[in-house]
């Protein structure tokens, strides 16, 4: 069997715009000879719809999709289709939705597989919306027995989980224990660095395990927080790959199921380059599904915002991004040439906004009220924020998207500022840690010099005060990166951290100040998701609470 891997980035919510590519692919793909085109997980609404999915009206439009597929279908006498939708499941009890997978052929809907397993750890909450299956099914479809299951479906493998099987239910095993002669999985897996190895073998092992052929076609593109990385791939029997599609866009291939794979191993996504192609699709993606085109940096000197403006030239063009630096009579003047010959380099347009009369002009306004205090970071945090309405003014005047600049080891632990360095609408490296901060730059850098020597070799500074290092308040930051790992990525206890041969004092400083600075990190703008676990949406901590440590 030919089968086309449609491997493409919807939109979330945009039924016709989606519906109008999965018609574009069927035209192209049916000339091709293909006996099947398979389309991601919920492909029509894109993944993840989030609480669009409670609008009755949404649901409708959804159905008229389907119904529309089923009338062109009849042109395409050769081709079936498969693709993913949420659909009523006519059932009196439950959410009364599910998420499905319909099966298309000659204007007939031959199949709906709901999906079984439903998760809802880190990012994913389908149970909010969903009811799973009852049960799961092969379908006859031109000489072959089709098990369809849907992402998360194949991930209660218990080869994989050996200890921690989150499902009393393996799908794929029903589907093969029933004669299923073509497994196919249709998914929105998002990104974090690392996992495509483990989608692979994890692919790889089904068609080992059950000597049946595997397709796996995955989303791509970015939505909101999450990243999606494509790396759609089908195995022979033996498990050997037949293809791997690309990362990071969209790719249509037609691929001859009954064929043998090549056997070898698998080269994973080298871990830096991942991350770059992820953070360079996600901030693109965002700006372009939001109705953005152009965005605004503030660049210090330092070395986040020389990344956060490389990273958006990556995405959006040099001619769509400007560069303002803001400098107060704490910058040194190496901070200003550094964000200049940045610029040069980046080939953006450039702007010196100095900040040293407004920030007189605040500090004249609350002299009475501050007298006979010792000045603080209340003072410092005054720079920071002019400097985020600065830059929300040149959004709000030209229509820029505002990108913060902060990384996830200041986030963690509060070295940032409320409506300042926090302002925007899209905090770009949010979820990279300082030490993978510096990898990236060099990453950058392998070429040519495009993030200046200076701005990576210079020691961090927020530049708020004289002589101020961020190490004058934060541990060395590969000590700091080390705990927060363990903290936030791994879930351990301060008592499992210090067995690690950490330091305990440092290792309770940094754990409560990660749990006391929670109230900002609910205020932060949207940040890209690369690691395993991000702030945000996929970690939902209470801010009003009292911990034990």
Same mark, same amino acid.
């Given at each position: 069997?030919?089968?086309?891997?449609?491997?493409?980035?919807?939109?979330?919510?945009?039924?016709?715009?989606?519906?109008?590519?999965?018609?574009?692919?069927?035209?192209?793909?049916?000339?091709?000879?293909?006996?099947?085109?398979?389309?991601?997980?919920?492909?029509?609404?894109?993944?993840?719809?989030?609480?669009?999915?409670?609008?009755?009206?949404?649901?409708?439009?959804?159905?008229?999709?389907?119904?529309?597929?089923?009338?062109?279908?009849?042109?395409?006498?050769?081709?079936?289709?498969?693709?993913?939708?949420?659909?009523?499941?006519?059932?009196?009890?439950?959410?009364?939705?599910?998420?499905?997978?319909?099966?298309?052929?000659?204007?007939?809907?031959?199949?709906?597989?709901?999906?079984?397993?439903?998760?809802?750890?880190?990012?994913?909450?389908?149970?909010?919306?969903?009811?799973?299956?009852?049960?799961?099914?092969?379908?006859?479809?031109?000489?072959?027995?089709?098990?369809?299951?849907?992402?998360?479906?194949?991930?209660?493998?218990?080869?994989?989980?050996?200890?921690?099987?989150?499902?009393?239910?393996?799908?794929?095993?029903?589907?093969?224990?029933?004669?299923?002669?073509?497994?196919?999985?249709?998914?929105?897996?998002?990104?974090?660095?690392?996992?495509?190895?483990?989608?692979?073998?994890?692919?790889?092992?089904?068609?080992?395990?059950?000597?049946?052929?595997?397709?796996?076609?995955?989303?791509?593109?970015?939505?909101?927080?999450?990243?999606?990385?494509?790396?759609?791939?089908?195995?022979?029997?033996?498990?050997?790959?037949?293809?791997?599609?690309?990362?990071?866009?969209?790719?249509?291939?037609?691929?001859?199921?009954?064929?043998?794979?090549?056997?070898?191993?698998?080269?994973?996504?080298?871990?830096?380059?991942?991350?770059?192609?992820?953070?360079?699709?996600?901030?693109?993606?965002?700006?372009?599904?939001?109705?953005?085109?152009?965005?605004?940096?503030?660049?210090?000197?330092?070395?986040? /915002?020389?990344?956060?403006?490389?990273?958006?030239?990556?995405?959006?063009?040099?001619?769509?991004?400007?560069?303002?630096?803001?400098?107060?009579?704490?910058?040194?003047?190496?901070?200003?040439?550094?964000?200049?010959?940045?610029?040069?380099?980046?080939?953006?347009?450039?702007?010196?906004?100095?900040?040293?009369?407004?920030?007189?002009?605040?500090?004249?306004?609350?002299?009475?009220?501050?007298?006979?205090?010792?000045?603080?970071?209340?003072?410092?945090?005054?720079?920071?924020?002019?400097?985020?309405?600065?830059?929300?003014?040149?959004?709000?005047?030209?229509?820029?998207?505002?990108? /913060?600049?902060?990384?996830?080891?200041?986030?963690?632990?509060?070295?940032?500022?409320?409506?300042?360095?926090?302002?925007?609408?899209?905090?770009?490296?949010?979820?990279?840690?300082?030490?993978?901060?510096?990898?990236?730059?060099?990453?950058?850098?392998?070429?040519?010099?495009?993030?200046?020597?200076?701005?990576?070799?210079?020691?961090?500074?927020?530049?708020?005060?004289?002589?101020?290092?961020?190490?004058?308040?934060?541990?060395?930051?590969?000590?700091?990166?080390?705990?927060?790992?363990?903290?936030?990525?791994?879930?351990?206890?301060?008592?499992?951290?210090?067995?690690?041969?950490?330091?305990?004092?440092?290792?309770?400083?940094?754990?409560?100040?990660?749990?006391?600075?929670?109230?900002?990190?609910?205020?932060?703008?949207?940040?890209?998701?690369?690691?395993?676990?991000?702030?945000?949406?996929?970690?939902?901590?209470?801010?009003?609470?009292?911990?034990?440590?």
């Amino acid at each position: 069997m030919k089968v086309t891997i449609a491997q493409l980035n919807p939109i979330v919510g945009d039924i016709k715009g989606n519906l109008q590519k999965a018609k574009e692919v069927l035209a192209e793909s049916s000339t091709a000879g293909a006996d099947l085109i398979v389309f991601p997980e919920l492909f029509l609404v894109g993944y993840p719809p989030k609480d669009l999915l409670e609008r009755a009206w949404f649901i409708q439009k959804v159905d008229q999709a389907i119904n529309a597929l089923v009338q062109m279908s009849v042109d395409y006498q050769e081709t079936g289709i498969l693709i993913g939708a949420p659909l009523p499941t006519g059932r009196d009890t439950g959410k009364g939705l599910a998420n499905t997978a319909v099966l298309i052929y000659r204007g007939e809907v031959l199949l709906v597989q709901q999906k079984s397993l439903l998760p809802t750890y880190d990012v994913f909450d389908e149970a909010r919306h969903f009811d799973p299956a009852v049960e799961t099914q092969v379908v006859s479809f031109k000489g072959e027995q089709l098990g369809i299951s849907i992402c998360e479906d194949a991930w209660n493998d218990p080869d994989f989980w050996p200890e921690q099987m989150l499902y009393d239910d393996d799908p794929i095993q029903k589907l093969a224990d029933q004669g299923a002669t073509l497994l196919i999985n249709i998914s929105a897996s998002p990104f974090h660095h690392g996992k495509d190895e483990l989608r692979y073998n994890l692919i790889r092992n089904h068609a080992r395990k059950h000597h049946v052929p595997f397709a796996f076609v995955n989303q791509v593109g970015g939505n909101d927080d999450l990243i999606f990385d494509g790396g759609s791939m089908c195995f022979d029997g033996e498990g050997n790959p037949i293809i791997v599609a690309p990362f990071f866009k969209e790719h249509i291939q037609t691929v001859d199921m009954s064929k043998m794979g090549a056997p070898g191993s698998y080269r994973p996504y080298e871990k830096i380059e991942a991350v770059y192609q992820a953070l360079v699709l996600g901030l693109g993606d965002y700006l372009r599904k939001c109705g953005f085109n152009q965005a605004v940096v503030g660049l210090s000197g330092g070395i986040d /915002s020389a990344l956060t403006a490389t990273l958006a030239v990556a995405a959006l063009g040099k001619e769509n991004v400007l560069g303002i630096t803001m400098p107060s009579h704490f910058s040194s003047g190496g901070s200003v040439e550094d964000s200049r010959q940045l610029a040069q380099n980046l080939g953006i347009q450039f702007k010196v906004i100095p900040i040293a009369p407004i920030y007189q002009a605040y500090l004249g306004t609350l002299t009475g009220d501050f007298q006979g205090k010792e000045a603080n970071e209340t003072e410092e945090n005054i720079q920071a924020r002019i400097r985020g309405n600065i830059l929300m003014a040149f959004s709000n005047k030209f229509g820029y998207l505002a990108l /913060s600049t902060g990384n996830k080891s200041e986030l963690a632990v509060g070295y940032c500022t409320l409506y300042g360095d926090m302002s925007g609408g899209l905090s770009v490296i949010s979820d990279v840690p300082k030490t993978m901060v510096y990898e990236l730059a060099e990453y950058v850098n392998r070429v040519k010099e495009t993030i200046p020597h200076n701005t990576i070799a210079k020691a961090p500074s927020a530049e708020l005060r004289p002589d101020q290092t961020d190490q004058d308040t934060l541990p060395p930051y590969p000590v700091l990166d080390k705990i927060l790992y363990y903290y936030i990525e791994e879930g351990y206890s301060q008592e499992e951290i210090i067995k690690l041969g950490m330091e305990p004092e440092t290792v309770t400083w940094v754990i409560r100040t990660v749990d006391r600075n929670e109230y900002k990190r609910k205020q932060a703008a949207p940040g890209l998701k690369v690691t395993s676990k991000a702030f945000g949406v996929g970690r939902r901590m209470p801010v009003a609470k009292r911990m034990e440590y």
